[in-house]
């Protein structure tokens, strides 16, 4: 069965300090991995989508990384601020032909102290 | 900017009761997507459709869910009859592909079922 296990949970970190998030997937064959963010209250908001070739993609301050051989991601935060106080999920795809079959994490929540 | 807009932002009924929850794509995108989130379960793929036809709904309970976009601009998402269990959030998501592209939320609806 195809799982997408977040790690940690729960994360409180002051501001202005880096933080990574772990993302670890059994889902094969494998498409594509999303990551997420989503404020208390909002529907989710795309940070990264990245595909079996690639291994770095950053957005701003987020940078996620992709190593497919051994199924893991994580998503690192730089200089985090107030504002990157959410949960962060992990979407992972299976490739189907086309079809969109999507795999979720349970989400890290961050909390970002002043 | 365009925005995902869904309808109503919170809806509280009590069981037996029909509910349509109704979700305005990004003008362009031909692609719509419902999901649930709670928090016991995370989040969940309910249905998506492209160029308004359902590609897949197997993420929905089919005796009381039904999905349909009467046309471009309009999805819906009916439960008939609602059940305590259905208590959660419902989001719309719409994009212009399926597998590898961004999908943008909308707000969500707050579904509470008593």
């Known amino acids: 069965k195809n799982q997408v296990e977040q790690s940690p949970q729960s994360l409180i970190i002051l501001e202005g300090k880096n933080c990574t998030l772990q993302?670890?997937?059994?889902?094969?064959?494998?498409?594509?991995l999303r990551w997420y963010k989503q404020d208390t209250g909002r529907g989710p908001v795309s940070l990264t989508i990245?595909?079996?070739?690639?291994n770095t993609k950053s957005n701003g301050r987020y940078t996620a990384t992709l190593d497919a051989d051994t199924k893991q991601s994580s998503l690192h935060i730089t200089a985090s601020q107030l504002s990157d106080s959410a949960s962060y999920i992990c979407?992972?795809?299976?490739?189907?032909?086309?079809?969109?079959?999507?795999?979720f994490g349970r989400g890290t929540s961050l909390i970002v102290h002043p | 900017d365009a925005r995902v807009t869904q309808t109503p932002r919170h809806k509280v009924t009590e069981m037996g009761q029909e509910v349509t929850m109704r979700c305005q794509p990004i003008?362009?995108?031909?692609?719509v997507f419902w999901y649930r989130q709670t928090m016991m379960q995370g989040l969940e793929l309910l249905a998506y459709?492209?160029?308004?036809?359902?590609?897949?709904d197997s993420g929905m309970p089919k005796d009381r869910f039904s999905a349909e976009m009467p046309d471009a601009t309009l999805a819906t998402l009916k439960i008939q009859p609602s059940e305590p269990r259905d208590s959660a959030v419902y989001f719309c998501?719409?994009?212009?592909?399926?597998?590898?592209?961004?999908?943008?939320f909308g707000p969500g609806t707050r579904l509470t079922v008593l």
């Open positions: 993302c670890n997937y059994t889902v094969s064959p494998f498409s594509n």
């Open positions: 979407v992972v795809s299976e490739a189907s032909g086309g079809s969109y079959i999507p795999t």
């Open positions: 998501a719409s994009g212009v592909g399926i597998s590898i592209d961004t999908q943008y």
């Open positions: 459709f492209r160029n308004r036809a359902p590609l897949d």
């Open positions: 003008l362009g995108h031909n692609t």
């Open positions: 990245m595909t079996f070739s690639e």
